[in-house]
Nanobody
């Protein structure tokens, strides 16, 4: 079992930056990959960025060059640095971990609002 706690969300002006953090506890040594997703009301959850235990990253096309996912150490925590934010990126952002077993876990979600 893994528990995830997200932090760092809030209100930012268009063009501004935020850094989200995802702290994991529990069986963190069984984590294979971590990722950030976002979901707007009425829309399906989409992958924003992911990072494997080996450090390989992948990004949604819409955020490449503006968002960076990283980890503080081998497993935990994970950060999502978001620059040049746009109003349409106002969403609830979720941290996800994929375990070696194939199970995955979700954080409770954190609101990011981009508005002037």
């Amino acid at each position: 079992q893994v528990q995830l706690v997200e932090s760092g969300g809030g209100l930012v002006q268009p063009g501004g930056s935020l850094r989200l953090s995802c702290a994991a506890s529990g069986s963190i040594f069984e984590i294979k990959a971590m990722g950030w997703y976002r979901q707007a009301p009425g829309k399906r959850r989409e992958l924003v960025a992911g990072i494997t235990s080996g450090g390989r990253t992948n990004y949604a096309d819409s955020v490449k060059g503006r968002f960076t996912i990283s980890r503080d150490n081998a497993k935990n925590p994970a950060y999502l640095q978001m620059n040049s934010l746009k109003p349409e990126e106002t969403d609830v952002y979720y941290c996800n971990v994929e375990m070696v077993s194939g199970h995955d876990y979700w954080g409770q979600g954190i609101q990011v609002t981009v508005s002037s």
